[in-house]
């Protein structure tokens, strides 16, 4: 998503939770609701709410709270979900294959185009109707095809090796699950999943509260 100035990454980091309840509110049909009720589903405080929305722009009104269904559309355009983006997924192991089968990627507008992989074993199995292609054809299909947002599943010696492909082929999204950090021109996003580092913090956190006991 793209970073508005002036605004810190910690509020655009909370607007993904907020546009998912928003989203359950209206699965439950829920025509409006005030920013304390949504501090009770949401976990963060009214003021913090509040805040988070002002920057964006004035949604709520006084004795009347947030319109769910016109925050829910407003927060899907500051997220970019009005727009669609191509995807490809490098990498077609466990972590690359469960990606791939997550089928809300097309209702976010996140279109997955292709999967590499460098096994052989691999090649030619369809995920989802998407054949795995050699990761040797990975800078042909990306000169050949407009892509938005790269995937890396790879293992992190070969993280910034396809990292460099996808940058110098236009990809200015990536997604990286490789345990490394990536070297990007200042042009290119790149969003870390790094899960060796969420489960470090909840056995921290695990380990904290034993100790309160």
Same mark, same amino acid.
């Given at each position: 998503?793209?970073?508005?100035?002036? &605004?810190?990454? $910690?509020v655009?980091?909370?607007?993904?939770?907020?546009?998912?309840?928003?989203?359950?509110?209206?699965?439950?049909?829920? =025509?409006? @609701?005030?920013?304390?009720?949504?501090?009770?589903?949401i !976990?963060?405080?009214?003021?913090?709410?509040?805040?988070?929305?002002?920057?964006?722009?004035?949604? !709520?009104?006084?004795?009347?709270?947030?319109n769910?269904?016109?925050?829910?559309?407003? &927060?899907?355009?500051?997220?970019?979900? *009005?727009?669609?983006?191509?995807?490809? @997924?490098? !990498?077609?192991?466990?972590?690359?294959?469960? &990606?791939? *089968?997550?089928?809300?990627? +097309?209702?976010?507008? #996140?279109?997955?185009? $292709?999967?590499?992989?460098? *096994?052989?074993? /691999?090649?030619?199995?369809? #995920?989802?109707?998407?054949?795995?292609?050699? &990761?040797?054809?990975?800078?042909?299909?990306?000169?050949? +095809?407009?892509?938005?947002?790269?995937? #890396?599943?790879?293992?992190?010696? *070969?993280?910034?090796?396809?990292?460099?492909?996808?940058?110098q +082929?236009?990809?200015k999204?990536?997604?990286?699950?490789?345990?490394?950090?990536?070297?990007?021109?200042? =042009?290119?996003?790149?969003?870390?999943?790094?899960?060796?580092?969420?489960? /470090?913090?909840?056995?921290? /956190? /695990?380990?904290?509260?034993?100790?309160?006991?």
């Amino acid at each position: 998503m793209e970073r508005k100035k002036g &605004i810190s990454m $910690a509020v655009i980091k909370r607007l993904p939770k907020y546009h998912r309840y928003l989203q359950e509110l209206l699965n439950n049909e829920v =025509d409006r @609701i005030s920013s304390k009720e949504l501090s009770e589903k949401i !976990g963060f405080t009214a003021s913090q709410i509040r805040q988070d929305l002002n920057c964006f722009g004035d949604f !709520g009104q006084q004795g009347y709270g947030y319109n769910v269904k016109e925050l829910y559309n407003q &927060i899907s355009s500051i997220l970019g979900l *009005n727009k669609d983006y191509n995807s490809v @997924i490098v !990498g077609a192991g466990n972590i690359g294959q469960a &990606i791939a *089968n997550y089928t809300k990627f +097309n209702k976010l507008g #996140i279109e997955l185009t $292709a999967i590499f992989d460098a *096994n052989p074993k /691999l090649l030619g199995i369809k #995920i989802r109707d998407i054949d795995i292609k050699d &990761i040797d054809e990975l800078s042909n299909f990306l000169r050949e +095809n407009h892509v938005d947002v790269g995937i #890396i599943c790879v293992p992190r010696v *070969n993280a910034q090796k396809v990292c460099d492909i996808l940058v110098q +082929n236009g990809v200015k999204g990536i997604w990286n699950f490789a345990p490394v950090d990536l070297d990007v021109p200042s =042009d290119v996003t790149v969003e870390n999943v790094h899960l060796s580092e969420s489960l /470090l913090t909840l056995v921290y /956190l /695990l380990n904290e509260s034993e100790k309160d006991k």
